[in-house]
């Protein structure tokens, strides 16, 4: 579980977001005959990173959640990959849902960092 969050990291966070569309596949040039240009991979947020962000720059990140649970007072949004299962808590505010914490384990149900499990489930999004 990650609680708290800085400044900074959502700054940063907000940057990538920015560029969500980017792949790591090449891109032609405009010049007639120029080889291809490549184009960096996207950076992985980091978990402190997510805390803070409302429901519409996860889904950004990530896509619409495979599962949402309600578990009052809180929303779940739940992603799988075939080796784990992230969840992200949203809490209620006055300017809507935000992530308070988050949640990875195996799909074997142990506990298990968040970050290669956010690092799965922003490759698998990318991916579609």
Not at 66 to 90: G, H, I, N, S
Request: glycine fraction near 8%; aromatic fraction near 6%; include cysteine.
């Amino acid at each position: 579980m990650v609680q708290g969050i800085s400044v900074g990291a959502v700054m940063a966070l907000a940057m990538v977001m920015g560029l969500t569309g980017c792949t790591g596949k090449m891109r032609a040039t405009a010049g007639v005959g120029s080889a291809p240009m490549p184009i960096e991979p996207l950076a992985v947020p980091a978990p402190e990173a997510l805390l803070g962000l409302d429901t519409a720059a996860v889904e950004n990140l990530f896509g619409p959640p495979p599962l949402l649970r309600r578990e009052a007072p809180a929303e779940v949004w739940q992603y799988r990959t075939e080796l784990c299962v992230l969840d992200l808590f949203f809490y209620a505010e006055a300017d809507g849902r935000h992530v308070k914490f988050v949640e990875a384990r195996t799909t074997q149900a142990e506990a298990t960092s968040p970050a290669p499990c956010l690092a799965q489930v922003s490759a698998l999004h990318r991916s579609t």
